[in-house]
């Protein structure tokens, strides 16, 4: 049968969480945004049969398999899409892009910068549209933050603080799997911290220098079915000073044992003219204080980033219907499908490792009890 000319169609490797936020991300982004083209859930692969096969149909796709390299030998697929865990990243990332498919590739990039850097190689090399699953900077207020620092709403940026707390990790009976596993999984630093650590750039500028300190609590869990114990080879929690290459000075902490505590995550800017901060626990809100609002008012003020002339908010619900997390990979996909096949894409996998180089001197800075430069 004929394809479509305005179709691209779609391939989702790995049916998990992110496969799921993916898949409802392609469905909703026409149903939100008038798109020049029309994005097809073409097939999703897995490793468990029974599993991939009930969330393909679930999720709306045509077909499904349990061999991600055959769905970058389908002719008939445009964009390779990778759910998978990080340390799976790099070498389905080469793969597609020597196949001459666009890739989008879930966060972080890698396990290490030098298999991001293929990664990063691979694409530029093959000229291939990419993109990273930094999603967060497309929430109404995260944008709006980003925007409003750039217009020079808050100053000069003196300060920024990013943390990002939950519990995933807190119960020792949790067993073993990929997330512990520091060569499939990463750290926590490369886990929560590479969006923080995204944002921060994006927002701020690169970052020069970093001093970090990493805690395991929980040093050993139960193995596969129960049996004997494993190494968890990766940190609970972090923390990190930052030094900006244009002077101004950060913190970041990211942990997986706070009690009660979901996936909280807060960024706050402080710059010479007011202070901005953001808090997913209410993430269609902005909260801005500036130096020359009337003393009466002392304090800061809620933003409802839900206005038509706030980012992505003009393609949503009436104004206080507020958005959600699935909200993020629907602009984001309606950006890249909007784009497409020109692009530009962003973020790039080019910026995927930069954060992997920022992550890696936290964790250098770890190993080796001292302040470290990036790129040294
Ligand atoms: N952007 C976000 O908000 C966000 C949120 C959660 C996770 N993530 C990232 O998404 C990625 C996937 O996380 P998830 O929570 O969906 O994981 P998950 O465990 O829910 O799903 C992982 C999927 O990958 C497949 N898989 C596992 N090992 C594989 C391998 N070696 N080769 C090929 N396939 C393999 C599994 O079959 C499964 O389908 C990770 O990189 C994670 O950091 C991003």
Known sequence: MARPKDEVRIGVIGYGAMGKAHAYGYTAAPV?????????????????????????????????????????????????????????????????????????????????????????????????????????????????????????????????????LSDEFLDPTIPFDWRFDRQMGGTTIGDLGSHLVDMAEWMIGPVAEVSAQSATFIAQRSGPGGRGTVPVGIDDASSALIRFANGARGVMEVARTCARRPCDFTVEVNGTLGTLVFDYTRLNELQIGRVDDDALFYGRRTVRAEHPSHPYAGDWWAIGQGVGYGSSFVNFFADLLQAWPEGPWSPGLEDGLRVQVVCDAMERSVEERRWVTIGS
């Open 32 to 164: 939100i945004r008038r798109l020049p083209v029309n994005p097809k859930l073409a097939v999703m692969s897995g490793r468990n049969e029974n599993a991939v096969a009930a969330a393909s149909v679930a999720y709306g796709f045509e077909s499904w398999t349990t061999d991600w390299r055959s769905i970058i030998e389908r002719p008939d697929i445009d964009i390779v899409d990778i759910c998978t865990p990080p340390g799976a990243h790099a070498e389905i990332v080469q793969a597609a892009a020597s196949s001459g498919k666009a890739v989008f590739c879930e966060k972080p990039l890698s396990v290490s910068v030098a298999s991001a850097r293929a990664a990063v190689d691979a694409v530029k090399k093959n000229g291939v549209l990419n993109a990273i699953g930094f999603n967060y900077r497309r929430l109404p207020a995260v944008a709006l933050m980003k925007q409003l620092v750039q217009n020079g709403e808050v100053g000069d940026v003196l300060l920024w603080r990013g943390i990002w």
